[in-house]
């Protein structure tokens, strides 16, 4: 059974720091497309960031850009979410995904997605 599982949510106050693990079990992803994404209550699931298999691509939501830094290790078949200079609004549900299928590409949209965790909640206090 192929799982993601989301860790290091939490509680912050404004201008703290968290990292997001997004650990996957059942199959391995070292090819294959992946991304954070989140979700505040009463709006829809947007791109945070997302990341080519190899790295070496990436691509962020405006709203995070210079403040949050997306990596992998496909060795451990792990993704991360540094995100630093948190502000109240980057309060949300914070879910990793993985696309089924092998490629370079930079995937960007939630339907290009295959594979979802249960999400972690993070809450930036003011």
């Known amino acids: 059974q192929v799982q993601l599982v989301e860790s290091g949510g939490g509680l912050v106050q404004a201008g703290g720091s968290l990292r997001l693990s997004c650990a996957a079990s059942?199959?391995?992803?070292?090819?294959?497309?992946m991304g954070w994404f989140r979700q505040a209550p009463g709006k829809e699931r947007e791109l945070v960031a997302a990341i080519s298999w190899s790295g070496s691509a990436t691509r962020y939501s405006d709203s995070v850009k210079g403040r949050f830094t997306i990596s992998r290790d496909n060795a451990k078949n792990t993704m991360y979410l540094q995100m630093n200079s948190l502000k109240p609004e980057d309060t949300a549900v914070y879910y990793c995904?993985?696309?089924?299928?092998?490629?370079?590409?930079?995937?960007?949209?939630?339907?290009?997605?295959?594979?979802w965790g249960q999400g972690t909640q993070v809450t930036v206090s003011s």
């Open positions: 059942g199959r391995t992803f070292s090819r294959n497309p």
């Open positions: 995904a993985a696309d089924s299928e092998p490629s370079f590409l930079v995937k960007y949209w939630v339907s290009e997605y295959d594979y």
